[in-house]
C-alpha cells in the first residue's frame, strides 16, 4: 500500500521575505494536490520543536528556503545539518535562495564559518568557572555550534552548485519548476495532461484594467478607489495609485477602516499573501498592499485581476457588487 503521510517539508526562517515565499508555495501545493508538513500549522501548542526538526531532516523532500538569517540560526541550521547527513541530500533538498544568503563567493561562504566559530567561542568562554553540573543543556548548544561550524562550508558549496533559478522566476511560474521536481522525487504523477483549460478572465478584471489604463494616462487623476455598493452606501475596500516608476500600488484597507460586518478574519487576510500576492502589513493594524513592476497592458491585466479576485475571496461579495471611481471623486 503506498505511504499516503505527507512527504514534503519545509524549513525555513520564519519571518520576513522567507515566510512570504513558504505561504506562496504553500498555496502552490495545495493547489497541485500534493501533501505537504509546516511546523506553524502540525507542530502544535507544546510540540517537541527538537523532535519535529529532526523529523524534517529525515523528510524524504524538504523544500529549503535559504537566506542570511537562516545561515545564522541555530534552529534552521540544525535542520540542514540533519538533512546533510543524509546520502542522498542531493536528491531531498529542493533549495529557494533569496538574495541575501551569500552562498555564491567564497570570502562569504567563510564568513559564515567564522560566525559559527565566534559563536562557539562565546559561548565557550561563558562557560568557564560555572560547576558543570549547572550546564545542562548548554553544552548541547555548544556541541550543535560545533557541528554547523564543521558542515557549513560544504553544505553552502553544495547549495551553491545547484540551480535553483531566482524567487522571481519562481513566483513568475507559481512554482512550476519546483512542484514538477517535487512530483518526481515523491513518484507523484503529473498533471499536466489533465490539466484544466484556464478559467475565462471575470469581466469585473477587464473592467477594472481598463480603468486603471485610464488612470494611468490622466494627470488630474490621484488614484482610483475601489468601492462595495450595499442597499444602505458606498464602502471604500481599496486604493490604487500609480507610482513615479510607472508602478501601480494598491492599499487595502485595514479591518479598523471598515463596518464591522465586512471584518475578516486574520485568516483570511493571511490567504491574500498565499493567494493573490499581497504584502503583509508590518505592524498589527495596518494595510495589506499590492505592487507591480512598472506597468504595461499585461501587467495592468494581471494586476487588475489579483485585485478583484482577492476582494471577492476575502469579503465573500460578488462581482456586480464591486464599482471603482478616479479620484479625486
Known sequence: MADARPQVYFSYKWGGE???????????????????????????????????????????????????RYLRSPNTMFE?????????VHDRIFPVVLSDAGIYDAVLRLGYVKFWEDKKRALSDAMRGVDLANL????????????????????????????????????????????DSLRQRLGVPSQAARAPKPEPVPQVALDLARDLETMMRDAQAEGLMVHLTTAEDRIDLACVATCA????????????QLPTK?????????????????????????????????ANREVVAAFARQLAGALMMVYRVDADRLGWRLLPD
Open 136 to 179: 545542562q543543556g548548554i553544552t548541547d548548544d555548544l556541541n550543535l555550534y560545533d557541528e554547523i561550524r564543521d558542515e557549513i562550508a560544504g553544505l553552502t558549496a553544495l547549495l551553491k552548485d545547484m540551480n535553483t533559478l531566482t524567487p522571481q522566476m519562481h513566483q513568475d511560474s507559481n512554482f512550476a519548476s519546483l512542484i
Open 245 to 256: 516608476d510607472g508602478s501601480l500600488r494598491c492599499a487595502l484597507a485595514s479591518d479598523g
Open 80 to 88: 540542514l545539518v540533519q538533512i546533510g547527513k543524509s546520502r542522498d
Open 18 to 68: 522567507s515566510e512570504r515565499i513558504v505561504d506562496q508555495i504553500a498555496a502552490a501545493l495545495t493547489e497541485a494536490g500534493i501533501a505537504f508538513v509546516r511546523d506553524k500549522v502540525d507542530l502544535g501548542y507544546k510540540g517537541r520543536i527538537s523532535e519535529f526538526m529532526e523529523e524534517i531532516g529525515r523528510g524524504g523532500a524538504v523544500v529549503v528556503v535559504i537566506c542570511d
Open 262 to 294: 465586512l471584518r475578516t478574519s486574520a485568516g483570511a487576510r493571511l490567504a491574500l499573501v498565499a493567494k493573490h500576492g499581497f504584502t503583509a502589513p508590518g505592524a498589527e493594524g495596518g494595510e495589506f498592499t499590492l505592487q507591480t513592476e512598472p
